[in-house]
Every structure is written in C-alpha cells, then in structure tokens.
C-alpha cells in the first residue's frame, strides 16, 4: 500500500490481529481499494476514521450449553461481533458452522458494514454465531441449541439496537427457534428483533428468495453495462442452501442454464440444465443435515452426474456463482475457469474468491463483482422486513420484488459511479468498497469523536 496513513492503519491491523487471516484478507482489500479516496480526504486521518473502521465496536463472547439426544451435555461457544452502528442499528446474520471463529465473524461484521450501506437503507454491520456443527444434528438438538443461544444473547440485541438474521447454517428453522426463545425472555412481543421470520409471524414475503434473487439482478445490469445478456447462458453454481437455492431459481426464470452445483463432496454436473424439481428439492437436502451433494445424483440419476472431490469450477460455464464460502474459489479454480472460457464471476458467498483469484480474473478481463455488492439483496430485504414490522404491515411479493430490483439497480449505480477507471472499464471491488466506505465515513465525521 502506498498511502502513509493506509499503510500505517493497516500494519496494526496486522500487529493486533496477527492470527485473523479471514479478518485480515477482507481488511486489506477494502483498504487497498480506499487508497485514492483517502489521498482526497485528509480529514480521515485527522478524526481517525479508519482506525475506527477496522476495529469492531464490541464482541460479545458467551458459552452455549445443551443437551443432545444421548442426554450428553454439550457445550460450544457463542459470538456477536457489533461492528458498526453509524448509520442504524447493527444487522447481519448468525453462522452457525464447525470453523466459525472470531477472525471469521470479524471478517463477516466488517464486510456486513460496507455492505449493508451500500443499500441504502438505514442499517450498521455486525455479525454472530457459533461453532455448533449443525451438519448430522437432530431437529431437535437444533432447537436445544437454538433456546440456548438465545438465553445468552437476548439481552444484547433489540429492534433498535440489533437485529440479526440468517446466514449459513442458520435458515427459516433456526430463526423460529430463536425468535421463540427471545420473545418468552422478553415478555412483549417485539416483531423485529429478528429478520427471516416465517410469513405469519412476521416474516417478509421474498425474503428467503431475495438474496439470490438480487444476485442475479446485480449480474443482469453487470451484463447489460457490457452489453450482454443472461438468456441462454451456462452458469455453474455452489452449494445448494439458500443462497445456491434462490440463484439458481431466478437464474432458471431468466432463460440461463445451471449446469452444476457442489458441495463440500463433489459435484453434481447437470448437462440439460437444473429443473425446478431439483431446485426445489435443494431445500430437502438442505433441511436434511447431510450436507451431501450427490443426494442430488441419487434422486436424478438420469439427469446428474456427480463426480467425488471436485468443484462446480472444473465444469464448463459462461458464468460462476460462488454461493457457499469464503475463499471457495482459489487460482486454481480461477484458471481453470478462465481455460473453460468463463467470462463472469459474481460472488454471491461473503469473500468467495481468494485474492489471487481475483487478481486472475480481473487481469483475464473477465466481468468480475463481490458479494458485499452482489449479495447485499438479502440483507436489504430484511431492511425491508424490519420496515413492514414497524408499519405492522405485509407488503405483496410485487411490492418487495419491485423494492429489491431498485436496490440491486442502485449498488450497481454506486459501483459504476465509484469504480469506474480512466479506461473506461468498471472495477467493481473497488466501486463497491469506495461506495459503503463514503457512507459510513460521512456519517461518522458527522457525528463527533464516539
Ligand atoms: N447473512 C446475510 C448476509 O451476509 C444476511 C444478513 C441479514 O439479513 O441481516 O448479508
């Protein structure tokens, strides 16, 4: 890095978090992207505006204790990384998944921030979660451990202070579970505590579809800036949770043609293209805690075929959606990608691509975006659940459909607006940081030394 004041922040960050990678790739790259703003702006440095970006607010650290099925006790630890509330109350997800660990969360509740402003809605970052492994769990130690959490955590977030959500491991279920705990604990019903509700209790309509709906609108006005368009186009996916799940749907109803999806096992290639029985069958796999792949191969074997070991990178495709992991995509898979002819890729994961990956698809000239702006539709429609709660109102599908369409139309603006380069061409990484970072800035100059 070659501005003084970045150069410095950004080796304490290293000094202080030495055994954060996850925490650390995400902070340099927003760093690195923000070198030509900060040059402009020496107010940055005088109120310390960056410091105070990469450090979170607070951390919350609690011990979980359950019992499972055996009537073995069990015990797991428990985050809620509160990163940033200069512009609204903290939101982002919970994780729950064996490797979360502070770097992991710190990671997720820095780019929520950017993210979550990038949206234009009056939302701060955080993020939460554990190392439970939901992966062979019974429903019923789900919901043990979901009531768990929750007698720890209820007392730190609210409506107005912070609303968390769903994020890999934690879905419709899940939130059901701890919404059920919060509002025994509470004794008052407090509607939107919680984002990703079930649709009677105070849930939105499209919200467990919206943020692979809004990928998909992001990467149809990528494609239209370059001239392009989605129809008849092969698309390789990730996963098959609910992110995969709604990518996939919306990517079907727009004329493209899946034609993979993985998971931590294999990949399951799917020449014809994905059907909406396969779609739909992604939630029974998911809701079945195998985390396998080849589930699918097993139910369509004339249509499937799975191959042990490999990723959705290794199958031809004219666009990659990663849409399960941080760091799922490395240079490996990038090359291999860019040697199929891939000439898109928008992560839909939170920091799906490895740096170098990135580097490989930029300098390939390949139409590149990251998922703090390619998956932020999911985080703006629980805004947008969080505004029907207040209204005490359901808004029809159209109406959130609609709300979502201009969101995803105005980060891809602000990614225009902020990443474009004197040759014309857009760098949408640096875009999308420039844009989040200008608002976050802005409102913390505003409002004093805090
Ligand atoms: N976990 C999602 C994300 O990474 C959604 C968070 C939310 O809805 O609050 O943005």
Not at 80 to 88: L, T
Not at 260 to 283: F, K, Q
Request: charged share 20%.
């Amino acid at each position: 890095m070659k501005n003084a004041y970045v150069n410095r922040v950004f080796e304490r960050v290293k000094a202080k978090n030495a055994n954060e990678p996850e925490f650390l790739q995400a902070v340099q790259e927003v760093l690195e992207s923000l070198e030509p703003v900060v040059e402009k702006m020496p107010e940055l440095e005088k109120n310390a505006i960056l410091e105070r970006m990469v450090d979170p607010d607070r951390i919350f650290t609690f011990r979980v204790t359950w019992v499972d099925d055996n009537g073995a006790v069990q015990t797991n630890l428990g985050y809620r990384v509160q990163f940033n509330s200069a512009i609204g109350p903290y939101k982002g997800g919970l994780r729950f998944h064996k490797a979360v660990n502070p770097s992991m969360l710190k990671f997720l509740g820095f780019e929520q921030t950017f993210k979550n402003a990038l949206t234009t809605l009056p939302m701060g970052g955080a993020k939460g979660g554990s190392d439970f492994d939901p992966v062979g769990k019974s429903d019923a130690e789900i919901m043990r451990f979901c009531q768990a959490f929750m007698l720890e955590l209820w007392n730190n977030i609210g409506v107005d202070t912070d609303v968390p959500a769903g994020d890999v491991g934690v879905g419709g279920r899940e939130i059901g579970y701890l919404n059920g705990m919060y509002q025994k604990l509470a004794r008052k019903y407090h509607t939107g505590v919680l984002t990703g509700k079930g649709m009677t209790w105070g849930g939105s309509i499209l919200r467990p579809e919206a943020t692979g709906y809004g990928a998909l609108y992001f990467v149809e006005y990528m494609l239209a800036k370059a001239g392009k368009d989605i129809k008849g186009k092969t698309v390789a996916v990730s996963g098959f949770g609910n992110v995969a799940w709604g990518a996939s749907k919306k990517a079907v109803e727009l004329g493209a043609k899946v034609v993979a999806i993985s998971g931590p096992d294999g990949v399951c290639e799917i020449p014809n293209g994905i059907t909406n029985e396969m779609i739909d069958y992604m939630l029974e796999m998911r809701s079945s805690n195998r985390n396998k792949v080849e589930d699918m191969a097993t139910k369509f074997p004339a249509a499937c075929k799975f191959t042990a070991g490999k990723k959705a990178w290794s199958v031809k495709c004219d666009i990659a959606l990663p849409c399960a992991f941080q760091n799922e995509l490395n240079e490996a898979d990038a090359k291999e990608l860019l040697a199929n002819g891939t000439w898109c890729v928008a992560e839909v994961s939170n920091m799906g691509c490895t740096p170098e990956a990135i580097h490989a698809f930029q300098s390939a000239g390949v139409l590149f975006a990251p998922g703090k702006a390619v998956n932020a539709g999911g985080v703006a429609t629980s805004g947008l659940e969080m505004t029907q709660n207040c209204e005490h109102l359901s808004w029809t599908a159209e109406e959130v459909d609609e709300r979502l369409h201009q969101i995803m139309k105005s980060i891809h603006e602000q990614c225009v607006e902020h990443g474009t380069q004197p040759d014309g061409t857009i760098n949408y990484v640096n875009g999308a940081n420039i844009a989040g970072f200008m608002k976050v800035a802005q409102a913390m100059l505003e409002q004093g030394v805090v």
